[in-house]
């Protein structure tokens, strides 16, 4: 046993020690991004031309562009110039009306006098509008009956003088005798409808006013049809 042990530790402190490994440093193969000179690499970051140095549109480029002349940008006007043009005539053409320029008819047409309008006369002093409201609201009896009645044309027609006029307005008769001083177109003009229907000729002349309250206190009746005999 002693002996033994004797050879196993005169092996293990042998003068031969065994060789220390070394680290290599392998480098990695170049990519081909960098395969080349330092001059290529910057080659390859710049843009490539555009369009190809052996391209079809490089040599169309290259071409000096043609300068217009003036006729060539606008062509000349027809044979028939500006300065004999008459207004409103077309190039080439001798008839005025069928041109897209001729004015228009409106500013033409020699204006054409105003029409005559309707003048309100001078009224006596204390006819006034407001003479009239003062007269209608003071309980004066502007009617001249007793009771509303049912009146035809053929009554309506025998009521037709400057002391009795009757007139209807929208089927309803009223006495405008005593309205006659206060009309502001005139007595003249408002007999014009005594002892007719005036509902037309009142819509043509004044259709804004309100007859029926101008002419409520005058209210006599109501025009109807002729009874049948």
């Not at 307005?169 to 005139?186: A, C, D, E, R, S």
Request: hydrophobic share 35%; glycine share 6%.
């Amino acid at each position: 046993m002693t002996s033994y042990l004797r050879s196993w530790l005169t092996s293990g402190t042998s003068s031969a020690d065994p060789p220390i490994p070394s680290l290599q440093r392998v480098s990695p193969p170049p990519s081909d991004d960098e395969d080349g000179s330092a001059t290529e690499t910057e080659d390859n970051d710049s843009p490539p031309a555009f369009p190809s140095l052996n391209s079809a549109q490089r040599v169309q480029t290259q071409k000096i562009p043609r300068i217009l002349t003036d006729s060539e940008l606008m062509p000349p006007p027809p044979s028939l110039g500006l300065a004999v043009r008459k207004p409103g005539v077309a190039f080439g053409s001798s008839n005025t009306t069928s041109s897209s320029l001729a004015l228009p008819p409106t500013t033409t047409k020699r204006p054409q006098p105003a029409s005559k309008k309707r003048e309100k006369v001078a009224l006596t002093p204390g006819h006034s509008p407001l003479d009239w409201a003062a007269l209608k609201s003071s309980g004066a009896d502007l009617r001249g009956v007793d009771t509303l009645m049912r009146i035809p044309p053929s009554v309506l027609k025998q009521h037709n003088k400057r002391d009795d006029a009757w007139s209807a307005f929208n089927g309803k008769v009223y006495n405008i005798t005593p309205y006659l001083p206060f009309h502001p177109g005139g007595v003249k003009d408002l007999m014009r409808v005594a002892g007719r229907d005036g509902t037309k000729l009142f819509a043509e002349t004044h259709a804004w006013v309100n007859v029926d309250f101008m002419l409520d206190a005058c209210l006599v009746g109501f025009l109807v049809a002729e009874p049948s005999s």
